[in-house]
């Protein structure tokens, strides 16, 4: 997933806030795999 305000905006406290919610997504993502393969 791309999050193009990241990539364009200045501020480090911007990026950082996507950073966060990049690795939500990406959490979420893990349990969701976890759960289709009934690990």
């Known amino acids: 997933m791309e999050f193009g305000t990241v990539k364009m905006a200045p501020r480090p406290f911007?990026?950082?806030a996507g950073e966060l919610s990049r690795d939500k997504?990406?959490?979420a993502?893990?349990?969701?795999?976890r759960k289709g393969l009934g690990l």
């Not at 993502?29 to 795999?33: S, V």
């Open 25 to 27: 997504a990406l959490e």
């Open 14 to 16: 911007i990026s950082k």
């Open 29 to 33: 993502i893990k349990q969701e795999l």
